[in-house]
């Protein structure tokens, strides 16, 4: 499982910790924001971190369980829809970061939705970015596929092959490519109730390919 104490994810607090880094952080989908106040707790300059999420209240609520709110700027913490290109609160986080941690998000949405998703977070890259890093882990499956979830939404789960496939058209979209390395944990079966008996965690690193370098 991709965790915040994986060696890729350290790897990257480490280039957030340079004292010459131009590396800023996104969460997406940060819930009460527990990963920011983990990155502050590490010595990571907190004027370069940044999180979204759907629900204010969750935000809020980060706010009253660490009592931190001086530590932040006003747009550290962002409620906006990553489904909605033209989502004004997003439209601030544009261009402001180079490593993206997305967690358990991607399999709550359609392929479409979730190539659309994708799609956005390129634009939060800085202009000019050739070494940026999107990480997370999501439940993906032995057999990637379409399923309905309980509540009636249609999810696809993913197995490496696709994740890649899915990077390789938001990388069209974009003007940009991406190379995902991810592996399915064959051990870790998913015991939600509804979701098909081959899910399976999905932990995955996306790097930016810089097509200037040759190879």
Not at 33 to 50: A, C, H, I, N, T
Not at 171 to 178: D, F, N
Request: glycine residues 8%; contains cysteine.
């Amino acid at each position: 499982m991709m965790g915040l104490q994986h060696p890729a994810f350290q790897a990257l607090v480490k280039r957030l910790k340079q004292p010459d880094s131009q590396d800023a952080f996104l969460d997406v989908a940060c819930c009460v924001g527990q990963v920011l106040r983990k990155l502050v707790f590490e010595g990571v300059d907190p004027s370069r971190l940044y999180a979204t999420d759907l629900v204010p209240e969750f935000l809020d609520l980060g706010f009253e369980l660490f009592n931190d709110r001086e530590k932040f700027g006003p747009d550290t913490f962002i409620a906006a829809n990553m489904l909605d290109p033209n989502d004004e609160g997003l439209k601030k986080l544009d261009g402001k970061v180079t490593i993206i941690h997305v967690a358990n998000f991607f399999h709550l949405f359609d392929r479409d939705q979730q190539v659309s998703a994708a799609t956005r977070m390129i634009k939060f890259l800085k202009p000019g970015v050739k070494d940026a890093v999107i990480i997370g882990g999501n439940i993906g499956s032995l057999k990637p596929d379409t399923f309905t979830a309980r509540n009636g939404t249609a999810r696809f789960l993913h197995d490496p092959e696709t994740f890649q496939e899915m990077w390789d058209e938001a990388g069209r979209k974009t003007g940009t490519k991406w190379k995902a390395a991810s592996a399915l944990i064959s051990t870790m079966k998913i015991q939600f109730p509804g979701w098909p008996d081959e899910s399976r965690y999905l932990g995955w690193v996306v790097r930016q390919v810089d097509e200037t370098v040759s190879s």
